[in-house]
Each structure stands twice: as structure tokens, then as C-alpha cells.
T-cell receptor, first 112, second 114 residues
Framework: DQQVKQNSPSLSVQEGRISILNCDYT??????FLWYKKYPAEGPTFLIS?????DKNEDGRFTVFLNKSAKHLSLHIVPSQPGDSAVYFC???????????FGTGTRLQVFP | DTGVSQNPRHKITKRGQNVTFRCDPI?????LYWYRQTLGQGPEFLTY????????KSRLLSDRFSAERPKGSFSTLEIQRTEQGDSAMYLC????????????FGPGTRLTVL
């Protein structure tokens, strides 16, 4: 069963515009959420995280929003840059464990 | 400051052979994790260690898989009697502690079983 879902396999955005990547989860026991970025032939790189007690966390161009009632997470990138082109994974950690449960990823392409 | 390193980066083997991968975590990181990623999927958790103690294993980790972290530093992941379904990217990550401490990933070892 896929506990973390990223329903959009790809997204194409023009440079300078906002990129919005979405993630849904089913397990109400998740208490920590993260976004990782992955380039080809590299391991995932941590971007930003949010605790379940918050609904927003911001770091520079990246903002993560958490809607617990909807079990929905989103990552906003503004302004988008060509270097942001990568695969983005949403991940979550259940309570009482430190393992990460990942979604299937969304490939973001930022074009000039 | 070096990141997580993994060796080898690529491994091609024939079905039925044994393979071993190594992961060197970031210095002073107590937690070490193994994940597996197949094409079109996100990384899937396999197991993790707190120092030398293996704290959790996934159901994905069949009895052909074994992981060790003998001195609480580097870790090895061995797959015995490899099968074609074992072909994947094997990722290692480390973190300073548990909970909300960030997991930092290595570049992975790509295994191809012929």
C-alpha cells in the first residue's frame, strides 16, 4: 500500500514562475514530513521539512505547507530556476520510528 | 567535510552470486540507514542502525539480505544468491541522531543482476 502519494509524475514550469508540487498521505500516525530533491546519478538531497505541529515552514525560495485535515503536503518554489529541474520526493516519518516513507516522485522541469 | 560515501558505485553480477556493498557515513553520525530504489519508485526503507545495533528491519529484507555495522562506523549490506528482482539502486543515509535529525544520502550503489 502506498502511504505517501505523489499523483503528478511530472511538472513543467517557466523560469521565474511558481512551482507547486503536491503530496498526499494516508497514515495519520506520520509526525514529520520532508522534501528531497534528486539529480540523476546522485542520492537524494534534503530540501526542507515540517513537523506535524506546524502548518508552514519557509526556507528561502522554498515553502512547505501542511494540511493535516486533508492529509496533504505541498512544496512551493518561487521563483523557479532552471537549476531546480530534478525529481522531487515527498517523505514522511511515522511516530516511534525513524524510517522515511517516500512517495514516487515528481519530475520538475523549469524552462527558460 | 565529506558526505556519505558508498562503494562500489556500480555492480554487475550474475544471478546466484553474492554481492556486498559498503557505506561510510558522515563522521560522528550515530544513525545509518539502508534504502532501495527501483525504477519509477521512491526509495524504500530496508533497515537502520543506532551505532552497531540494528534497530529495525523491513519485511522487504528477506533472509538473503544481511546488514552489519560492526564497530558503529561503516556498514555493509550483503545479498546472497542474487535474483534479477534485486536489481536496484541501494542507497545509504546517515543522521546525527534520530527523530527530526536530517538523513543525508550517499550517491548509491547500482546493482544489475543478469
Amino acid at each position: 500500500d502506498q502511504q505517501v502519494k505523489q499523483n503528478s509524475p511530472s511538472l513543467s514550469v517557466q523560469e521565474g514562475r511558481i512551482s507547486i508540487l503536491n503530496c498526499d498521505y494516508t497514515n495519520s500516525m506520520f509526525d514529520y514530513f520532508l522534501w528531497y530533491k534528486k539529480y540523476p546519478a546522485e542520492g537524494p538531497t534534503f530540501l526542507i521539512s515540517i513537523s506535524s505541529i506546524k502548518d508552514k515552514n519557509e526556507d528561502g525560495r522554498f515553502t512547505v505547507f501542511l494540511n493535516k485535515s486533508a492529509k496533504h503536503l505541498s512544496l512551493h518554489i518561487v521563483p523557479s530556476q532552471p537549476g531546480d529541474s530534478a525529481v522531487y520526493f515527498c517523505a514522511a516519518t511515522p511516530m516511534n520510528t525513524d524510517k522515511l516513507i517516500f512517495g514516487t516522485g515528481t519530475r520538475l522541469q523549469v524552462f527558460p | 567535510d565529506t558526505g556519505v560515501s558508498q562503494n562500489p558505485r556500480h555492480k554487475i553480477t550474475k544471478r546466484g552470486q553474492n554481492v556486498t556493498f559498503r557505506c561510510d557515513p558522515i563522521s560522528e553520525h550515530n544513525r545509518l540507514y539502508w534504502y532501495r530504489q527501483t525504477l519509477g519508485q521512491g526509495p524504500e526503507f530496508l533497515t537502520y542502525f543506532q551505532n552497531e545495533a540494528q534497530l529495525e528491519k523491513s519485511r522487504l529484507l528477506s533472509d538473503r539480505f544481511s546488514a552489519e555495522r560492526p564497530k558503529g562506523s561503516f556498514s555493509t549490506l550483503e545479498i546472497q544468491r542474487t535474483e534479477q528482482g534485486d536489481s536496484a539502486m541501494y542507497l545509504c543515509a546517515s543522521s546525527r541522531g534520530g527523530g527530526m535529525d536530517t538523513q543525508y544520502f550517499g550517491p548509491g550503489t547500482r546493482l544489475t543482476v543478469l
